[in-house]
């Protein structure tokens, strides 16, 4: 379904994607785990038109897929990115309401929201407040559930579980399995690695800059190498 | 007391102008963090535009006054598109869009020298001199006029970036361009609509100002008050704006009406002054940095 090839980006002199090559099929969960500066967040960027790319390509259901921001939502990949970046200016409904900015199906707007509202009772409760008094945890709820207003194909996550309690990384990664069987395919971004490769069913790794391994989710987890650098496991002697 | 009123009213008046000029610095600036000093040469335009539909093309008064509207509308957009756009495309500092909205503006003042000719013009009277008298209080049709329609464009304004879909995503691009580039919205487009809108109010602020003074090139450089009511309410801040021009609008045609005319533009620059170093924020700005 999206198939990125030797994608390379560059801030300035800094080259922070050196050839990556990527793919996710329907209805998978793919994740995408690496250290801090890795070039994760690059990566969804590239693909939501945000960051330009100098080389590679980006194709979506078999074609190139545009460059620009909002076209890229039009086609169906939405980003919940990494910060929530909600509007805190706006109400909590105002913020999934943006999130269907493109769509004119007002059934279908309807209906989504209500979803959401099952998905997240607590953004129901709290409709008319203004966005940034929600606390972390609300405030993750709401980046993901205005992405999902969008109704899209594919979503992009930017580490959702990025600074939240534990109970509520729980309800997190409950919701993307969640969302993974509404239909939707899923690109998971995470430094949170345990969580992300029992969750998923295809991992990459990303090490500055570039996919160093990848696999089945399962294996990963397996991997005495994943386990020592990314689960904090201490591997004793192999063999 | 009856005096008091009359200054009053004539300054709701002046300040619902500056009002209709103030709210396009901050629209800009809401969006794209830096002080459009083009909006000057924009409002001038406006007024020379009105002031030939009237006079030239023989226009009925309100089509000249929208004509004019759209017209200095067609020209901020055109300056976003020349002077800012190719500046935002590459991330260019901050520094680089002031040079550029004085290049802009000294185009335009230079532009109407150079073809129009620096001469003051006066628009023909449009409304009757004679001035209503509301129970002892005497109010001149002009101002009149001048204050209902900015109040009707003000409130239509507030309307359509509270209520529609356009404006929230106005709000929204304020608030954080990236996301808002994620939902899908447009931003590229949500700027030109941001200096369409502006540069509508900007030209209609021109003619009601042209006509209340007269018309000339440099009538750009005194819409520079209205830049100081936004500054006052708060960059960015569309309440602030409007607040911030009443209360300039009323204090300027106090101290003309109570002590000498020529102490009106050396209080409203002391309070630009006294605002950057006391309230750098306004009374109700978003962010304090670059405004100037
Ligand atoms: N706007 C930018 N300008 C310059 N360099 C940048 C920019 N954004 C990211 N970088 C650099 O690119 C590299 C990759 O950054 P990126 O944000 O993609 O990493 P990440 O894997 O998402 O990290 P984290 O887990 O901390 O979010 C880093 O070295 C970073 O410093
Ligand atoms: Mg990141």
């Given at each position: 379904m999206l198939e990125i090839k030797d994608l390379h980006v560059y801030y300035g002199g800094i080259h922070a994607l050196k050839g990556v090559s990527i793919s996710v099929e329907k209805g998978e969960i793919v994740t995408i785990i690496g250290a801090n500066g890795a070039g994760k967040s690059t990566l969804l960027n590239a693909i939501s038109g945000i960051v330009k790319y100098r080389e590679g390509s980006i194709s979506f259901k078999g074609e190139p897929l545009p460059k620009l921001p909002h076209l890229v939502v039009k086609r169906g990949i939405v980003q919940v990115p990494e910060g929530r970046l909600i509007f805190a200016n706006l109400t909590v409904k105002d913020n999934l309401m943006l999130g269907a900015y493109l769509r004119s199906d007002v059934n279908g707007i309807k209906r989504d929201l209500e979803m959401v509202y099952e998905l997240f009772p607590r953004l129901k409760e709290r409709e008319k407040q203004m966005a940034g008094t929600l606390s972390g945890g609300e405030q993750q709820m709401l980046a993901i559930g205005r992405g999902l207003m969008g109704n899209p194909e594919l979503v992009l996550m930017d580490e959702p579980s990025l600074g939240l309690a534990p109970l509520m990384v729980q309800t997190i990664f409950k919701v993307i399995k969640d969302i993974?069987?509404?239909?939707?395919?899923i690109l998971l971004v995470e430094q949170n690695a345990y969580k992300a490769l029992a969750t998923a069913d295809r991992a990459y790794v990303l090490e500055q800059g570039r996919i160093v391994k990848s696999g089945r989710a399962q294996d990963l987890l397996d991997d005495p190498g994943i386990k020592e650098s990314y689960l904090g496991v201490k591997v004793?002697?192999?063999g | 007391m009856i005096q008091i009123l009359q200054q009053l009213i004539n300054g709701l008046s002046i300040g619902s102008v500056y009002a209709l000029m103030a709210v396009g610095y901050s629209l800009v600036y809401s969006i794209m963090n830096f002080s459009n000093f083009a909006h000057g040469g924009v409002i001038m335009?406006?007024?020379y535009f009105g002031f030939f539909f009237v006079t030239l093309y023989?226009?009925?008064f309100w089509v000249a006054f929208f004509g004019a509207g759209i017209c200095s509308m067609l020209v901020a957009v055109l300056v976003e598109r020349v002077a800012y756009k190719p500046l935002r495309a590459r991330n260019a500092p901050f520094l680089y869009f002031m040079i550029s909205?004085?290049?802009?503006?000294?185009?335009m003042e230079n532009f109407v020298i150079a073809t129009i000719g620096p001469t003051f013009r006066t628009y023909p009277q449009v409304f009757p001199p004679q001035p209503f008298n509301l129970r002892g209080i005497y109010v001149g049709r002009l101002d009149m006029v001048m204050f209902v329609i900015s109040c009707i464009s003000l409130v239509a304004l507030v309307y359509f970036i509270e209520f529609t879909k356009m404006g929230k995503a106005i709000q929204a691009t304020a608030f954080n361009p990236k996301a808002s580039a994620l939902m899908?919205?447009?931003t590229d487009f949500v700027t030109i609509v941001v200096f369409a809108l502006g540069g509508f109010l900007a030209g209609i602020a021109g003619v009601l100002f042209g006509m209340k003074y007269t018309v000339y090139p440099q009538i750009g450089s005194i819409t520079i008050k209205s830049f100081i009511a936004a500054v006052f309410g708060g960059l960015g801040s569309l309440p602030g704006a409007v607040i911030g021009s009443f209360?300039?609008?009323?204090l300027e045609t106090l101290v003309s009406g109570y002590m000498m005319s020529q102490y009106r533009d050396l209080i409203s620059f002391s309070?630009?002054?006294l605002i950057l170093v006391f309230k750098p924020m306004g009374l109700m700005g978003k962010s304090s940095e670059e405004k100037a």
């Open positions: 993974k069987s509404m239909g939707k395919t004793n002697n192999r | 335009l406006g007024a023989k226009m009925p909205a004085m290049g802009a503006s000294m185009f899908g919205i447009n209360i300039l609008g009323i309070l630009l002054i």
